[in-house]
């Protein structure tokens, strides 16, 4: 699996857009970027994924560099409720559902009133 | 989304005592169910993939004998930590995917285990 790296910490404005890093730089071909945040004692939460095109949804923007080499996640308007770790995995995924999620360390997401 | 439930949420134990935790997919079937543990102000680290009939795939450095897993059916899957010490004490999160259908994996809220 590609490795990712991703800033330890970052601080947001309550109600602004939350922007968060991650670099993949040996990204393979045919492996996605999956984002995953984990709120404090609770099990992590899928938010988005995408291969190469940026991705949308009602959580939040997925940015995907020309060259795959770091892709950004965007939460529009942070809320106090956005204060978690959140992941970027890069993984293939199986037809047979079972691969493995590799879990770093994340980058902790403060909103700040 | 699809839903994952784990029960209890959380559970204190003596030493030398064996705890079950159970792992269920609400409302889909998951051939393949993951057991993660977390220790405090770590991040999650998978221990073993359960295969609905099948043995589970432990990762490296993982007891087979003392983290006894059972898939039983597509919905159910359980964690039992045999002969349980203080240093077993740990957030443990279960996952499925539903094959086919979505690449994302469904969480369960963890079980907070403490043993005394």
């Known amino acids: 699996d590609a490795k990712t790296t991703q800033p330890p910490s970052m601080d947001c404005a309550e109600g602004r857009a939350a922007n968060l890093p991650c670099n993949h730089s040996?990204?393979?071909?045919?492996?996605?970027v999956y984002w995953y945040r984990q709120i404090h004692s609770q099990g992590p939460q899928y938010i988005i994924h995408g291969l190469k095109n940026n991705e949308t949804n009602e959580m939040a923007s997925l940015i995907i560099t020309e060259d795959r080499k770091s892709s950004t996640l965007i939460l529009p308007h942070a809320t106090l409720r956005d204060t978690a770790v959140y992941y970027c995995?890069?993984?293939?995924?199986?037809?047979?559902?079972?691969?493995?999620?590799?879990f770093g360390t994340g980058t902790r997401l403060t909103i700040i009133p | 989304g699809a839903v994952v439930s784990q029960h209890p949420s959380w559970v204190i134990c003596k030493s030398g005592t064996s705890v079950k935790i159970e792992c269920r997919s609400l409302d889909f079937q998951a051939t393949t169910m993951f057991w993660y543990r977390q220790f405090p102000k770590q991040s999650l680290m998978l221990m073993a993939t359960s295969n609905e009939g099948s043995k589970a795939t432990y990762e490296q450095g993982v007891e087979k004998d003392k983290f006894l897993i059972n898939h039983a059916s597509l919905t159910l899957s359980t964690l039992t930590v045999t002969s349980a010490h203080p240093e077993d004490s740990s957030f443990y999160i279960c996952?499925?995917?539903?094959?086919?259908?979505?690449?994302?994996?469904?969480f369960g809220p963890g079980t907070r285990l403490t043993v005394l």
């Open positions: 995995i890069v993984r293939v995924p199986s037809n047979f559902g079972n691969e493995k999620l590799t």
């Open positions: 040996t990204i393979s071909g045919n492996e996605y």
């Open positions: 996952s499925a995917r539903t094959p086919g259908l979505a690449v994302e994996q469904f």
